[in-house]
């Protein structure tokens, strides 16, 4: 093959990895713009009134439906954790989906009626369902606050070229230490590795948070159902104080905040914060399909690939300087790809197959479960230190 079919099949190759990306940000666009236009002022829907702590108090009793004196009224429209929330525990229409961690919190807070318990129960085992087939593809294909993250660093990237090479310093300092933790992480425990520690003592303190205080505590600051208006958090309070609630316009400082978090790393508020995604994380572990894996002999980071024509010339740490791990450096949630680390936390964005400039990952249709890995893990670890 001569060196200009060469290049005529990097070039078709290169474009079809972009149209993956191309195809992922314009679902991830339709799915922002369905969560926070308000869609619910077309099929004549429940409104909400948005006031501010600096307004007069709400008033009304949720029985009367009366009108809320606020600055405007907003029609309470879809939310991730609950498709078509009525009232608290009313799932209506859209019990068939409803986001396993937002699910699981209302359900321990027990303020679920018999009615419903069923229903609720399937919407969240339907979307467990679904993670277990697909992985993680709810925060990079479809959580809006994700989409604002990922706008938020691609604008870094681009505009603020300082900012972006001290993320990718610390980016850089943070892969060596955990390196030099992982030789001397717990010798019995499967996930030291995993990062996220924040996330998921946050998930298991909303949960015995929402069984204790009977109502689900993390959604009243969640940044998802704030960007997407669904609402739920204040709609659940309603059922302890009988008082229709106002979504404050200063709530908004929680998604701000979260987005800005990234100043400091790309996606810190998604891989250190959400309990959400830690929540999904654990599912993903389930999940046997569509994960992505370092082939050794054309990974750059491992040698010199075999069909590397500058062999010969003895260039590989040239090369090997330039890539720096581009694969992991993209990934959302740092996941050691070079190494074959865990893929449960994986959201199958594939961004590590796109960058990666010598087709050295492969994404296999169907593998084992990170699940399977980690419980035979425990178990040599468990007889060895025991023998």
């Given at each position: 093959m001569n060196s200009s079919k060469i290049k005529n099949v990097e070039f078709y190759s290169s474009?079809?990895?972009?149209?993956?990306?191309?195809?992922?940000?314009?679902?991830k666009a339709i799915f922002l713009m369905i969560f926070i236009v308000p869609v619910a002022y077309l099929p004549r829907g429940q409104e909400l009134g948005l006031s501010s702590f600096f307004s007069l108090e709400a008033t009304g009793k949720i029985a009367m439906f009366t009108t809320i004196e606020s600055f405007f009224m907003v029609p309470i429209t879809e939310s991730p954790c609950s498709f078509n929330l009525r009232y608290y525990g009313d799932i209506a229409p859209?019990?068939?989906?409803?986001?396993?961690?937002?699910?699981?919190?209302?359900?321990?807070?027990?303020?679920?009626?018999?009615?419903f318990l069923i229903q609720t129960v399937v919407a969240v085992l339907f979307f467990v369902a679904l993670t277990v087939i697909f992985g993680n593809v709810f925060c990079s294909w479809v959580c809006p606050v994700g989409t604002l993250i990922d706008s938020f660093d691609k604008g870094i990237e681009k505009f603020f070229p300082n900012l972006e090479a001290k993320r990718v310093q610390r980016w850089t300092r943070r892969k060596e230490r955990k390196s030099e933790k992982s030789k001397l992480g717990c010798p019995v425990c499967p996930l030291h590795k995993?990062?996220?520690?924040?996330?998921?003592?946050?998930?298991?303190?909303?949960?015995?948070?929402?069984?204790?205080?009977?109502?689900?505590?993390?959604?009243?600051?969640?940044?998802?159902?704030?960007?997407?208006?669904?609402?739920v958090h204040f709609k659940s309070m309603m059922s302890i104080t009988q008082v229709w609630m106002v979504w404050w316009l200063e709530m908004l400082a929680v998604p701000i905040v979260a987005t800005l978090l990234s100043l400091r790393e790309k996606r810190y508020w998604c891989k250190r914060i959400c309990p959400v995604g830690a929540f999904l994380?654990?599912?993903?572990?389930?999940?046997?399909?569509?994960?992505?894996?370092?082939?050794?002999?054309?990974?750059i980071m491992k040698?010199?690939?075999?069909?590397?024509?500058?062999?010969?010339?003895?260039?590989?740490?040239?090369?090997?300087?330039?890539d720096d791990n581009k694969c992991e450096k993209v990934c959302p949630v740092d996941i050691d790809l070079v190494n074959h680390g865990s893929l449960?936390?994986?959201?199958?964005?594939?961004?590590?197959?796109?960058?990666?400039?010598?087709?050295?990952?492969?994404?296999?249709?169907?593998?084992?479960?990170?699940?399977?890995?980690?419980?035979?893990?425990?178990v040599n670890r468990l007889r060895k230190r025991f023998s």
């Open positions: 474009n079809r990895k972009k149209r993956i990306r191309y195809f992922r940000w314009t679902v859209g019990f068939w989906l409803m986001e396993p961690f937002g699910g699981l919190q209302v359900l321990v807070s027990g303020q679920v009626g018999r009615t995993v990062s996220g520690l924040w996330a998921h003592g946050i998930l298991a303190s909303a949960v015995i948070g929402s069984a204790v205080f009977k109502f689900p505590v993390f959604c009243a600051v969640c940044p998802i159902g704030i960007v997407s208006r669904g609402l994380g654990l599912i993903g572990s389930l999940n046997p399909f569509i994960k992505p894996r370092v082939k050794d002999d054309r990974c040698g010199c690939p075999e069909d590397c024509k500058g062999s010969k010339l003895d260039i590989c740490m040239l090369c090997r300087s330039m449960a936390r994986c959201t199958k964005c594939m961004e590590c197959y796109i960058v990666c400039d010598y087709d050295a990952i492969q994404i296999d249709s169907v593998r084992k479960p990170d699940i399977i890995q980690s419980v035979k893990m425990l």
